[in-house]
Structures are given as structure tokens and as C-alpha cells.
């Protein structure tokens, strides 16, 4: 089964969104709130959309 990515606003200044992996049994729509890491930290994000097409250099954590 291919993993689910899906991109995610968080608050940086940066105007990208960021790709996450979504662990298996875990259902996000657009617009739910979610706690991803981000460097060393953790912090509250949106999801913004499915991202069918994730970069083949993500990496897996």
C-alpha cells in the first residue's frame, strides 16, 4: 500500500507548505489541526491538501 503524504501549513515565514506522512489508521481532512515536528521542535499546523505526488527524496520518520 503506498503511503499517504499530505502538505501542511505551519507557522514560518516561509510561503510553502511542508509534506508530512501520514501514520496508517490516522484520518486527516484539509483544515484539521495537527502537531508535526519540524526541526528540533513540534508545532501546530493545517492541513492544507493530499499531496499525490510527494517528492521521492522525503525521507521516512
Known amino acids: ?3 499517504r503524504v499530505v502538505d501542511v501549513l ?6 510553502q507548505a511542508y509534506s508530512y506522512s501520514v ?3 490516522v484520518e486527516l481532512a ?3 489541526v ?3 515536528p519540524l ?3 513540534e508545532v501546530v499546523g493545517v492541513v492544507w491538501a ?3 505526488n510527494p517528492d ?3 525521507h521516512n520518520r
Open 23 to 25: 501514520p496508517a489508521g
Open 56 to 58: 521521492p527524496r522525503l
Open 30 to 32: 484539509p483544515g484539521d
Open 39 to 41: 526541526g528540533a521542535r
Open 10 to 15: 505551519v507557522p514560518v515565514a516561509l510561503n
Open 1 to 3: 500500500m503506498a503511503r
Open 34 to 36: 495537527v502537531c508535526v
Open 50 to 52: 493530499d499531496n499525490a
